[in-house]
Structure formats: C-alpha cells, structure tokens
C-alpha cells in the first residue's frame, strides 16, 4: 500500500478459528490526515470508506471481499499531537462457506492481503504520545467528516478528476509488455502506450476521455463474481482514488544560477549529504517463493528506490528494485544479491514474480521478464540477451510460456514450439513441449502441503504412519487399505505414530500387521517428504523421519526413530507455515513467528539442522 514510510505499526494477531474466521490488529501512526488516510485505504481496497462518530471517537469502516475471503475493516482515529496523528486498523477475514480443508490457504490469502495493504509501515505500540480528543483531534475529525460528503453525484466525481488532471494528476499501469501513462497536455487529454503495443491518443472532448478512463480501469471497478461488485458512483470514486498528484509536487530547492565554483561544489556536498542522511529508505520485502539448492537458499525481493521527504508523495515517480538474494545454507550471514531491473512501483509486479527453478549454478527468474542468473560468474541474461544469442527467438521470448522440470523449456501459445536453453552455451534447442498442467495442478505443487505427508514406505513391505488412536474411522487395522499417496489429513486432531507391514506390489495395498509404537501424541502432526509430492523422507545414521507438530502455540520439529522415540525436538516459534524445503542435512521451514507484544509477526526463514535440531533464521525483509 502506498503509506508514508517512517510510520509505525505492531500486529496482534490469531488463527483461524473453527468457523473460518481470521483477525489482526494493527496500530500505526502517519503525518497524514484521516481524509488523506482514509483516501489511501480506498485507493488500494477498491471500496469507498465510511466515516462516522462513535461516541467521540471517528471510525471508518469498509467490506470487501477478494479471492473468496470476506473482509470487514475498521479504521479508528485515536489520538493526534501536532505533527503525528495515531491509528488502529483491525480487519476481520471470514471464508465459512469454504471446505475445512482449504482453511489455511484461505488464511494464507487473508494474511497475504493484509500485509500488501500495510506492508510499508512500521512497528509502534500503544499508549500513544497523542491526546485522545484534544484541540488537534477535534480539527482534525470535523475536516474528516466534512471532506466524506464533498461529493455527492457521479457528475461531480468526474469533474473532480478532470480539474485535477489538468493540474497535473496522472493514471498510469505498468505490466510485463510495457505499460500506459494518462495525462494532460497542451490542453488536451493523452493516452500514451509503450511496450510491445505503442500508441498515442489525444480526446479533444471530456466524454470520450472519460469513457477510455473507464475502460481502462473497468478490470479494478468491475472485478470479477468473487468481489465485490462496486456501484457507479462508488466505481468512480475509485478511480479518482487511483490519480497521481504528479502536478502537486513543491520544489523542495530553489534553483540558483550564476554561482561561483566554490558555491556549487558546497551545493554538491550538501546535495550528498541530504541524499544520504535524510532520505527516506525502503525495507526490501519478498516477492514469490524461496527455493533452495543444497548449498543456497535463493529469494527474490523488491526495494523502493530511497528518495527525499517532501510533502506529497509522488507515488507514479517511485521506482522498484528487484534482486535476487543468495544465502548460504553454512553460513547464513554470507549473502549475495544479483541486481534483476529497476521499474516504475507498480503491484502489478509481485503475481508475476516467482523463481522457476535451478539449473546446475544457474537460476532462472520471472519478474516482467525471463532472467538467468549465473552464481559461478554473476552474470545476468535477460530475454533479449538470449534472443541475441538466439537470432530470431526475440518475438517467440515474449509470448512463451515457461515450464521447468530440471531444465527451462519455453513454449509457444500455440503449443506447437518449445526449445530448452542448456545453461553452458544458452543456445536454444527445439523440444517437444512439455504436457500442459492446470491452473489448479500449479496451485498445489507450490502449496507447502505437498512437502507433507501422514506416512511412508519404509522399506519393501514396511510402513510408518500417523493417525489418531481414538478414531474407529481412520485407526490403521489389519484388513484396510493404506493410502496411496499417504496425503495429510484433517490438521485438527491429535496423532500417534503406528508401524506395520502390508504387500506394496497390490494396486490397492491391504495392512497385513500393524502397532503403536509410540504413546507420544503429535497435535495436527504431518511428516516430511523427500521433495514435494514426493516418498517419505528417509534420515540415515541414525535411520529416522522428520515431524511437525503443533504445541503451545507455534510449529514444533522432532526427529523420530522407526521405533518411535524422540531423537531430539525443537519448537520452531512458528505460529503460520508458509514453506516446507526438505533436505538430509538442513530442512528450510518458511513461515511467520507466532507474535507477541515485543515482536511482529514479519516472515522469517529457518534453517534446521537435521543432525541437532539446532535453528538458524534470518528475516525475509532487508
């Protein structure tokens, strides 16, 4: 969310409860008013905000819903000194009309959402300095609810964007083939296309400027059956929402000519020095998913570009830095980035953005364009570097699609075209395309679920599972079926570990023998697979499996004999798992720390020493 960076917030939060409900609460402060506040929830919400008085204190509230999750929000004005104003924001997630089953993705959604939302704001903690209801309070509430009925009809929302247009508010999107920029100009409206499909339109008259405005925005106003479907004027007032103040910039320093040498190089010194000490500075934050090899742990993350205070911020003329980061899995404080490109800030960017996979020491990347990073060198080649080494593959780079199962094929729309890139030359190969998965089939390979599993083969008519004792239902017994796939079930229930015997051979393999070999209870327990979608991931000396449980409020990790007994166990202080990395020296755990009063709950990596259960983490924020 575009939120003043310098303010504050810390995140008190729970987990999902029986019914599908989801909560966190967060308090920040901001230099900006409720109106400019309440304006910027809105902008990135896509729903319009009401304003209201509860007792003496002013509330906005909103409903929304995206991607299946039902959101009620309430922002509270709490207290305000004469430069600060202080906030709470709590949001509510509700999915109960949702299979059980999909719970923690849809938690995963909401927690996701909430933290695009907020993600630029920083950690304070109440009581505030602020006095609730003062003299600034007072203002500053009877401004808010003043400014929440400025307009009243379409008619006058239209007007409101036109007259700011023509004083310098621009529209603009950026996307993987090149993106558009709206604005004013010689007295005229102008329409400027740039990429892979440029062009220019200027609109002599209002009305057909207006109707492209709505056009080009009807994706965010008019968002598919699972949102919530907005009203015209409502609808409007969202895009107006979505207007860069670009021609609202002061000039922070006056322009001065006709200096001497030695003034212009103090102005220079000067110049330095703000830049590096008063500039505001970005936190880098992840985008997509970790991967590993078995000596790296590889990230790509995005940075806002640092720039100076001033008193609009110019959100258009914000830039994004994407790089890929490097973590060795020895020593996680040896780390190594790898610039990918600089764009214009944009959301857009993040769904696009994910590692594809490695390739012997190379990495191949997708963010708005296909990059392979060589770690032996540190070069970077990005899809017009391998249309170079490629002649005529410029146009195919653009359009393919991109596949990885331990080499990186590239396929045509058409699926009649597919070359691979082996990683010593980059000279593309003709390939028959790879068969085309589902959406839904992509969505559940990256799902950590797919890491976990209820049991295994141990050997050759041997098996190890869990299951809960007391259940009739799904108590392994002589005669049943084992699973196929031994997928993980219900991770609400307490489960012991039980070991048996059964003929593999058998399409449908029957339990011959079975026992309980533990009286250890593992609440929600899942085992570890040897990589995602994989066989039962098997430790040697000494022989054993990996673990995860729940207790006391976070993820815990045992290591556990095929006789059952506890090698060693190590809580994790998870409270959310997001990412399972198997490995036999060190298991990569990606999750959020159950938060406390001291600490946030910003995502964390964890490196897990399979021989001591010794833990090693890092933030994934810079």
């Known amino acids: ?126 009581p505030f300095p602020g006095e609730p209801y003062s003299e600034h309070y007072g203002e500053r509430c009877e401004v808010a609810l003043s400014h929440s009925g400025n307009l009243r009809k379409v008619a006058d929302v239209q ?28 007295g005229r409206f102008v329409r400027l296309d740039y990429g892979d499909n440029p062009g220019r339109i200027e609109f002599a008259d209002e009305v057909s400027f207006l109707r492209m ?31 860069s103040a670009d021609g609202g910039a002061r000039v922070l320093f006056p322009r001065w000519s006709n200096l001497l040498g030695a003034g212009l190089l103090i102005l220079l010194a000067g110049g330095i020095a703000t830049w590096q000490f008063l500039t505001i500075k970005s936190a880098g934050f992840p985008l997509g998913q970790v991967a590993r090899s078995s000596t790296h742990v590889f990230q790509v993350f995005g940075t806002v570009e640092r720039r100076l205070p001033g008193f609009r911020r110019l959100a258009m003329k914000e830039r994004l830095r994407i790089d890929l980061r490097a973590v060795s899995i020895a020593d996680p404080s040896q780390q190594e980035s790898f610039h990918l490109l600089t764009q214009p800030l944009s959301t857009e960017i993040m769904p696009m953005t994910r590692i594809l996979g490695l390739e012997g020491d190379v990495v191949w990347v997708q963010a708005l364009d296909l990059f392979a990073i060589d770690l032996t060198t540190g070069r970077v080649l990005r899809s017009a570097d391998l249309a170079a080494l490629n002649g005529g593959l410029g146009g195919f780079l653009t359009t393919a699609r991109f596949h990885f199962d331990g080499r990186l094929v590239a396929v045509a729309p058409d699926e009649h075209q597919a070359y691979v890139f082996p990683v010593d030359s980059f000279k593309a190969i003709a390939c028959p395309p790879p068969p085309r998965g589902t959406w839904m089939d992509e969505q559940v390979k990256s799902r950590f ?78 085992l570890l697979r040897s990589r995602p979608g994989g066989d039962l991931l098997q430790l040697r000396g000494p022989d054993s499996v990996l673990l995860l449980s729940w207790k006391q409020g976070g993820y815990q990790m045992t290591r556990l004999s095929p006789g059952g007994e506890a090698i060693w166990s190590m809580p994790t202080g998870l409270g959310q798992l997001m990412q399972v990395l198997p490995g036999t020296d060190v298991v990569v755990l990606v999750g959020v720390p159950t938060p406390t009063q001291d600490r946030s709950a910003d995502p964390v990596l964890l490196l897990v020493e399979v021989t001591t259960g010794q833990i090693r983490g890092l933030s994934l924020w810079r």
């Open 449 to 526: 679920e797919s890491s976990l599993c209820s049991g295994g083969w141990l050997s050759a008519g041997e098996w190890l599972a869990l299951a809960p004792r007391d259940d009739p239902r799904d108590l392994p017994e002589p005669g049943k079926r084992l699973p196929r796939d031994f997928s993980p079930g219900r991770m609400d229930r307490k489960l012991s570990v039980f070991r048996g015997t059964a003929d593999p051979s058998l399409e449908h393999a029957t339990i011959q023998a079975c026992r309980r070999i533990s009286d250890a209870e593992y609440p929600s327990g899942v």
């Open 1 to 126: 969310m575009s939120m003043p960076s310098g303010g504050g917030k810390i995140v008190e939060s729970g987990r999902a409860d029986a019914g599908g409900r989801w909560f966190r609460v967060l308090h920040f402060r901001d230099p900006r008013s409720p109106s400019e506040i309440r304006q910027a929830f809105e902008r990135d919400t896509l729903v319009l905000w009401a304003v209201k008085c509860v007792g003496r204190e002013l509330r906005m509230n909103a409903e929304t819903q995206v991607e299946g999750v039902r959101f009620q929000l309430e922002l509270r004005f709490l207290a305000a000194t004469r430069l600060e104003n202080f906030y709470s924001l709590e949001a509510v997630g509700c999915w109960d009309r949702t299979d059980r089953a999909n719970f923690d993705h849809q938690r995963h959604r909401a927690e996701g959402w909430f933290q695009g939302w907020t993600r630029e704001l920083r950690e304070i903690a109440p």
């Open 159 to 186: 007007r409101a964007i036109l007259e700011g247009m023509r004083r310098g508010g621009t529209f603009g999107r950026v996307h993987k083939e090149g993106g558009t920029s709206i604005f004013w100009r010689r």
């Open 213 to 243: 405005l709505w056009e080009f925005h009807e994706w965010k106003v008019r968002p598919s059956a699972s949102s919530v479907a907005l009203q015209e004027f409502d609808a409007w007032t969202v895009i107006l929402r979505q207007m």
